[in-house]
């Protein structure tokens, strides 16, 4: 079955520490986007890339970074430069970047320890 | 303002009855706009899509646009349990990529 991938489901950071969300994909979409969600929040964009080993930050990249060496994966790194990171992190794609519609992986939801 | 607005809610329906959500946006250029389900702790699922304006059906769910009025809305009708969920707009942004902007979300419950 075709989708989108994300582990782990859960995750704890100790202080200092960093730690890397993976999301892969075999969709064959060219763009990839990661989000942060809080409670009662709408989703933040953190980064997105619309092709193989290029990326953009969005609105909110300070304290995390990201690599696109290949197609199918996105994996998100969240720095201790992070100081505030309990949140559920969700990986989208969609086929090019365009008007259409972006799907999502089924989360990480990332504690402090 | 915000971008996207929608109303946090809750909603509250009796099963059987069509609820209403509704999202408004800023940007006159916007020319995609999403409805996604969220369920409690699940990321969201993408439910319908509208590009052009007036009506666009799927099943129970109707999803209408105004773009004159920035106005896009949901219509979930003979609504079910299984309903109950938050729902989000998103829109688009133009210009460059395909940078979505979502609403907070729209608490539904549909109550037997």
């Known amino acids: 079955d075709g989708g989108i991938t994300q582990s782990p489901k859960y995750l704890f950071r100790k202080e200092g520490q960093n730690v890397t969300l993976s999301c892969e994909q075999n969709l064959n979409h060219d763009a990839m986007y990661w989000y942060r969600q809080d409670p009662g929040q709408g989703l933040r964009l953190i980064y997105y890339?619309?092709?193989?080993?290029?990326?953009q930050k969005g609105d909110i990249a300070e304290g995390y970074s990201v690599s696109r060496e290949k197609k199918e994966s996105f994996p998100l790194t969240v720095t201790s430069a992070q100081k505030n990171p309990t949140a559920f992190y969700l990986c989208a794609s969609s086929v090019t970047g365009g008007s259409e519609p972006q799907h999502f992986g089924d989360g990480t939801r990332l504690s402090i320890l | 303002q915000k971008e996207v607005e929608q109303n946090s809610g809750p909603l509250s329906v009796p099963e059987g009855a069509i609820a209403s959500l509704n999202c408004t946006y800023s940007?006159?250029?916007?020319?995609?706009f999403f409805w996604y389900r969220q369920y409690s702790g699940k990321s969201p699922e993408l439910i319908m899509s509208i590009y052009s304006n007036g009506d666009k059906e799927d099943g129970r769910f109707t999803a209408q646009l105004n773009k004159a009025s920035q106005y896009v809305s949901l219509l979930i009708r003979d609504s079910q349990p299984s309903d109950s969920a938050t729902y989000l707009c998103a829109v688009n942004k133009p210009g460059g990529y395909n940078k979505l902007i979502f609403g907070a979300g729209t608490r539904l419950a549909v109550h037997p």
């Open positions: 940007d006159r250029g916007s020319q995609s």
């Open positions: 890339s619309q092709i193989v080993n290029d990326f």
